[in-house]
């Protein structure tokens, strides 16, 4: 709300407002964690980088209601105009441009029937419905920017059905969503026996993830115009490492529609130098391209690095393993110096228990397999089907997708692997995630661990755990239980899955709360 109009507001109103110290939350200002603001009367502080989300919206999302603000009295005369303060300069915004708070929402094209499809840059209001993969999606609350999601019961968007057949521009792959079964439960009677955390997020049998290196050298326009556009088409996730110093205001733009689409953006150094050349400086390679990235990203903070020429120094890793919000980094081969390389450190399927999230270990794309783990025969394919069979994490470099850089991957090659990938994730045999989601999972399964109560009705989680804190993200459950359940966090009922002999999968946020039948 901009001086201008609290000049019609009434002076009650207006000495209300006036009371409240902290600034009024605006849908185009980013916020990042510890910033706070005053949104219908109650103050909020930020537990994480935020962009337009409804403070109170949902109570799991990234504001946390303060105590009561004591007013500070105030004398207020209605005519007179309130002089101009001056606020934090709010970063120029990187396209796409941010709503104003309550816009008028924006009827997308139809492109199925009377469906109309989802669109990130379209603001919804509650009960506004859209398309996605086939899927018709009803918003709960106002909404912009953030997909529609059949797995996340916390989201603002709910599955209301099928979306009729017709012609799309272009067509997406459909999906096969699992659908929660409907679970009628008996009042007073279900109750939870016993309980297990998934290894991998849905349940699914291993775990994927892709790197995309290089990005803001001349590779940078296939990552933006075939590899993401292509991710994002199937609904799949993926990494784009940065070389910060070589990145332009277009890069940058284009680095926002990444992170606004769910892909992480990695760090691959300031200016990709190897560790152990005389002039490299953690502070520089590592410190200032993570500011850089957190400048131009309006405070995103990359988590996960990606060591140049794979190689890095016992010192650079341990300064690395220092460095605050860094959750891993790709596996290095040992530099000792003088061209002094320790190779066969890097590549690999990782277990599910995997211990050193600075060594994750991973394969790389070349042409003629040259490197790689799999000496013929599709390795991008092969690479996945090797997580799959060991039930682990894998990861795959690559570069360039087309003709430019160090050997890409040719275009039709790299959207076939995404539909072979699209279809191990629709069979449960595949979770497809960034690698910084990975490893919070992986922890977080551990650190997060629910505790069942002696009556089977609720479960709690270990909130107050430091490791719970910083690995937090969702984590799926098994629950063996008597009867059938309709489990709940606060006042949300959750999607249960039906898997027979009273066995159930649910996902739930630790930080939510109690899960309570």
Known sequence: MQLNQWM???????AAAVAHAAPGWDAAQVYTAGMVVSYNGQDWKAKWWTQGDVPGAAQWGPWEAQAAVTPTPVTVTPTVTPSPVTATPTPTPLAPSPTPVSPTPVTPTPVTGNSPAWQASVAYAGGQRVCLNGILYEAIWWVQGERPDVSNPWGPWRKIGTCPVGPTTPTPVTPTPVTPTP?????????????????WRNGAASAYSMVHDDFCYEVSDSHINVAEPALYQRGLVAAF???????????WTAAQTFIAHGHELANHTRTHRPSSDATWQASAEIGQSTQDIASHLNGYQPSYLVWPNDTATEAALTALRNTAGYLGARASNRDFGGGNIQYGLAAGVNDAQFNDPFMVQWDLFTANNQWSLYPSGELLNLHVDAAISKGGWATRTVHGVGTVGYEPVPAARYLAHLDYVKGKVDAGLLWVATPSDVIRYRYAREACAPTLAADGKSLSFPTGNAQCQKYATPITLELTATGAIAPRQGTTVLPVIDLGNGRYRVTVLPSAGALNL
């Open 241 to 251: 490492a940065a070389v910060t110093s070589a990145c332009q205001p277009a890069h």
């Open 183 to 199: 679970v009628t439960p008996t009042p007073g009677t279900a109750r939870i026996t016993a309980v297990k955390v998934e290894t």
């Open 8 to 14: 019609i507001l009434a002076p009650a109103m207006l």
